[in-house]
Every structure is written in structure tokens, then in C-alpha cells.
């Protein structure tokens, strides 16, 4: 999950909307020869924004997202057995613990890629 965190930490992407913001992720992780599916649904209810192949979910939020929202989203993704870990890809002011139902979960901060 580092390696995911260093390459999204890297990179200076477009943070005026979310949908953009996917985009241009997609295309990085592409180029970093991940493979994932995009908008890959769990459930009816639940359908991260990347599900890379060994089962790390990508989810991108940008401000002004409400923080437990996010996180209860987070919650619902790591109740899935094919879950194995979380990425959160966000420029909000927040913190997450260090699992989430028994699986790691990181911040990867979109404003890194800008300083």
C-alpha cells in the first residue's frame, strides 16, 4: 500500500473534481502497471472508486466531503472479504486509525504532489 501512497503522493493531479480527479489517477496507476477495475461494485451500495487486483481499494474524496461520512463509506468497503486494505486519496484535513475492521487503511495526501 505504500508504493500506492508514494505514487498518488507524487503526482500533481487536477483537484477541481472528483470525476476529473479519477481520471487522471486511472491513467497514473496504468502507467505504474497496476492492475485494477475501475468503479468496481461490492454491493449495490458499495463501489470504490479503484479495486486494484490484490485487493486494495483506492477511494478519492475531495473537500468538502464530511469526514464520519467518509469514513462510515470506508467502514462499509472493509466489511467485504475480498477487501484487503484501504487507500484513502483525499486533500481533506483528516486522520484515519490504522485499521479498519482488521485491515490496514492509509491517507495518501493529494496536496503532497503540489509542494
Request: glycine fraction near 4%; aromatic fraction near 4%.
Amino acid at each position: 500500500m505504500q508504493k500506492i501512497v508514494q505514487i498518488i503522493e507524487s503526482l500533481r493531479l487536477d483537484l477541481s473534481d472528483e470525476k476529473r480527479l479519477q481520471s487522471d489517477l486511472e491513467t497514473a496507476l496504468r502507467k505504474a502497471g497496476l492492475s485494477f477495475a475501475r468503479e468496481q461494485a461490492l454491493s449495490a451500495r458499495d463501489i470504490p472508486d479503484f479495486l486494484l487486483q490484490d485487493g486494495i481499494v483506492i477511494e478519492c474524496k475531495l473537500r468538502p466531503a464530511q469526514k464520519m461520512a467518509v469514513f462510515r463509506q470506508l467502514d462499509r468497503y472493509a466489511h467485504h472479504p475480498e477487501v484487503r486494505g484501504i487507500v484513502l486519496a483525499t486533500n481533506l484535513s483528516m486522520t484515519l486509525p490504522e485499521t479498519i475492521r482488521e485491515k490496514p487503511a492509509v491517507m495518501a495526501s493529494l496536496g503532497k504532489g503540489w509542494l
